[in-house]
């Protein structure tokens, strides 16, 4: 819900329908709707400040000094439709996941390895073949968006470990590929490194946000 602090409000009906006219504490003149939700009154738009993105991007080195920063790890800001909206990349890695899951633990039966065979099921992953076929159009997929789509932003972690940049409201898939991690199993994909995906929401409202990668062993 989208909450706001009303100055002054007036009731205005519409038909049937009723709705409130209020001011925000910034000024800004909006419409309260019956569903608990709120637009800008017509005709009066309003610029949204950019948001700053902070993020973390760490890997595994040894147990004698554990996590270190991925120093040169890349990061992919692509704008989606929705949260919802699951990219070929994001379906990849999940069925990357489940892969290494059953790999490591070949012989044994619990709600782990059921669960990542469930999961390559769902995928439509579950065979060498199909497998390899998801492989080439997430690193097709990848590539196009880190080397093609002008619209994304590209970003380097750097020495600490540490990105930002700015982001206006929308929803974005946030890739990191890293520097320094390389993936147990051979894939196109993961070639120059392990990748992960995540989602994140920006809205009018926010000033800042982090999202942080840690790439295991």
């Not at 990349?89 to 899951?101: E, G, W, Y």
């Not at 199909?130 to 997430?138: G, H, I, S």
């Amino acid at each position: 819900m989208r909450k706001i602090v009303l100055l002054c409000f007036l009731i205005i009906g519409i038909s049937s329908y009723s709705q409130i006219l209020a001011t925000t504490e910034d000024g800004k003149r909006v419409i309260l709707n019956e569903n608990k939700t709120w637009d800008y009154l017509k005709g009066e738009q309003y610029s949204t400040k950019n948001c700053v993105l902070r993020g973390v991007v760490t890997y595994y080195f040894n147990s004698n000094y554990g996590n270190k920063p991925d120093i040169g790890a890349t990061i992919i800001i692509k704008k989606i439709d929705n949260e919802e909206e699951q990219s070929i990349l994001k379906k990849f890695t999940l069925a990357k996941f489940s892969k290494d899951i059953l790999n490591r633990y070949p012989d044994k039966k619990d709600f782990h390895t059921e669960g990542a065979t469930k999961l390559l099921k769902e995928l439509n992953a579950d065979t060498e073949e199909l497998f390899d076929e998801l492989d080439n159009k997430a690193n097709e997929y990848l590539s196009y968006n880190w080397w093609d789509n002008k619209e994304n932003i590209v970003l380097k972690v750097d020495g600490n470990g540490n990105f930002n940049t700015k982001l206006k409201e929308g929803v974005y898939e946030v890739i990191a590929v890293s520097k320094n991690r390389k993936s147990s199993m051979v894939t196109k994909t993961e070639l120059l490194g392990k990748v992960a995906v995540k989602t994140i929401s920006i809205s009018k409202e926010d000033e800042e946000k982090n999202i942080s990668f840690d790439f295991g062993i």
